[in-house]
């Protein structure tokens, strides 16, 4: 394969920060090559460099075998290089032909050319979007579908894809995968970067490794493991990611739903989590595992069946009724339902229960409210400049424990966990694991929904498998495999010997 680019000695400092340092990357022609490492490692910093869209401090890029200096990333497409960034760059009140061919515009337009051309370009990626539709009104899985489509418009020799499925649902990042191989088999060079690491391996032809700004290495992928690659990301193995079970008490039944039903994908459903007790709700994606949280946190309305809390019915008509009556949900969208981005970690951290830190006049103790919040910080080994710090200024993993933070503040006896780990750090989840299981050591009823099997494996004492909305079957650690888990969500099946639990 021939090396289409090559980084040499990228070193980056942003003030006395040093971003990169000295690190060397390079990539093929037809193969895809992915870059791995905790948040705040330097990959998309080294992907920057990259694209054009800032210079290195020291080192060159390599095109060619000639050094190349880009004005900005409009040099770097020229040259055939497109990032693909987690974060969308799309118009979104133009339509979807528009944004693909933005670059053509202004000009004569025809508009029905431009639909046609960007509905066979979609066609060919497997998706049904209709190019007439303003971006703004797609769903986000559907926007990156655009923005990828916007990529192969131009002739490209190198497209990174920064986190590209962590939006997309199984069938969807399939057919991202199937595109990302076809790219390969044009002899394209392919950048992947992916906290999940189950997908990097089946994706991949080789895999480098960032920590702290350095380059670990570079691997084939065929001669190492799971195991191995989190050992070079973290320096330890993924066995000691979860904390040990056998620390905590499982107490009296604290939640216990019966019979719930509520829409197409809430269909009879019954269980129950008991204090100190970690429960998993496994399945597939579209198995209605979210809609029973919705419900039970008063998200959705009930439409029969009973919840019972502490052994007194509830029948919560709103989240407000849900959290006074000692109930947490940790949503799946953090950004947009878990925390107030452009507010401060404080205002955050204590919005779910504030009669704590306001007086009998209802006027906020700020005193009380800074040290509260700062013991807490402290305790879950938060990241950040001070508690007055925007929650947008923090990582992924640092949100994530945010939101814990306000839902330990709140104090409630059933916290809910819907994806508490997405597009967060191998580090940081070891991290945000430890917190999960202090709940239940806390004596906390704790409801954990994972797409991630081995997640749901490390932490949960037992998992319930959900599928078309209704409960398949339940695992106890002794059953558990990926291969039990699926059979019972999609068909309700018997289970099998184990075949690799933790």
Known sequence: MTELVKLKSISKSFGGIHALRSVDFDVRS?????????????????MRVLGGEMNPSQGEVVIAGRPVVYRDPRAARALGIVVIHQELA??????????????????VISHSSLRKRAKDLIDRLGFTIDPGRTVGALAVAHQQVVEIAKALSQEIKIIVFDEPTAVLGAQDAMKLHQIIRGLRDRGVGVVYISH??????????????????QKVGTVATGDVKVDDIIRMMVGRPIATMFPERAKRIIGAELLKVENLNAGRMVRDVSFSVRAGEIVGLGGLIGSGRTEVARVIFGADPLESGTITLKGKVLKPRSPSDAVKAGI??????RKHQGVILDKPIRVNATMARMSSVVNAFGFLKQGKERTDVATLGKSLRLKASSVDATVSSLSGGNQQ????????????????????????????KTEIYALVNKLAEDGKAV?????EHQELFGLCDRVIAMGQGRIRGELVPQDYNE?????????GGTITANQGSR
């Not at 799309?90 to 944004?99: F, I, Q, R, S, Y």
């Open 447 to 451: 409801l954990v929904i994972s797409s």
């Open 328 to 333: 947490g949900l940790v949503p799946e969208d």
């Open 30 to 46: 037809g193969e895809v090559h992915a870059l791995l490492g905790e948040n705040g490692a330097g990959k998309s910093t080294l």
């Open 196 to 213: 999940r690491l189950d997908e990097v391996f089946d994706i991949a032809d080789r895999m480098t490794v960032l920590k702290d700004g």
């Open 90 to 107: 799309l118009a979104p009140d133009l339509t979807v032909a528009e944004n693909i061919f933005l670059g053509e515009l202004p000009g």
């Open 483 to 491: 291969e039990n888990l699926l059979g019972l969500s999609m068909t």
């Open 401 to 428: 424990k945010v939101v814990l933070a306000k839902w330990f503040h709140a104090d409630g006896d059933v916290i809910i966990l819907d994806e508490p780990t997405r597009g967060v750090d191998v580090g940081a």
